[in-house]
């Protein structure tokens, strides 16, 4: 039985357009399942605030999973935290550990490069960089918001933050679909996307801070996922 490796996408916040609305703060509880079990809880929050003089967006998240199953069991526990300007992400920090074993990935940028250095279980740590113009966005800011109307797609340059390596990624607004979470009904988008390693659908809406998620259905190298908003008054 195959689990997945789920501590990456849930929530991709951020974009430019979030810099002209007002300041605010928001708070995202979503479970985990894995085969129809709930495995997990993920924990994000996010704000906007200045720093030197700029209006910024800060995240961060706390990702918890421990399925046991039959035949094979899995753990990650996990935080998450990035620094978004109106140009892009300037600092990402991850830091999880997978069944025991200690994952890291720090990255920010420097002048014209964003370094990201990485280092997994007891392997000597790997320093990589990416020219600003070899990538158009980064897993932290939700190029996916881009996207005019239904029908509409987008295929960007991604620099993927977690595995530090730049992937060509595909977006499609498929449909707009009403849903409600914390007694609240509102229509969101339901955005497919696919790169050579995941792929997946998202359901999400723009709020006065960033974008909120409803749910995400997807799958990678580790195997299928699903991620679902849960009642805050729970």
């Excluded at 799958?219 to 009642?231: I, L, N, P």
Aim: hydrophobic share 35%.
């Amino acid at each position: 039985m195959k689990l997945f490796k789920l501590f990456l996408v849930p929530l991709l916040l951020q974009t430019s357009p979030v810099f002209a609305i007002p300041a605010g703060s928001n708070e995202s509880l979503l479970a985990v399942y894995s085969h129809g079990f709930k495995v997990g809880e993920i924990v994000s929050r996010y704000a906007r605030r200045e720093e030197g003089g700029e209006e910024l967006l800060s995240y961060s998240s706390h990702t918890s999973i421990d399925a046991d199953f039959l035949v094979t069991s899995y753990t990650l526990v996990g935080d998450e935290e990035a620094r978004i300007g109106p140009e892009g992400t300037r600092s990402y920090r991850k830091s999880w550990r997978e069944n025991g074993v200690l994952h890291q990935v720090d990255g920010k940028v420097d002048g014209s490069l964003f370094r990201c250095v990485s280092m997994s279980g007891g392997a000597a740590p790997r320093s990589v960089t990416f020219p600003r113009e070899s990538y158009d966005f980064t897993t932290m800011e939700c190029p996916e918001l881009r996207i005019a109307g239904e029908g509409g797609e987008l295929t960007i340059r991604l620099l993927d933050l977690e595995t530090c390596e730049v992937v060509t990624r595909s977006y499609r607004w498929v449909r707009t679909e009403r849903l409600t979470v914390n007694g609240k009904s509102d229509l969101f988008r339901v955005i497919e996307f696919r790169d050579p390693k995941k792929s997946g659908t998202r359901w999400i809406l723009p709020d006065a801070v960033g974008v909120r998620i409803a749910r995400q259905d997807g799958t990678s190298r580790k195997g299928a996922y699903s991620v679902r908003a849960m009642d805050h008054a729970r």
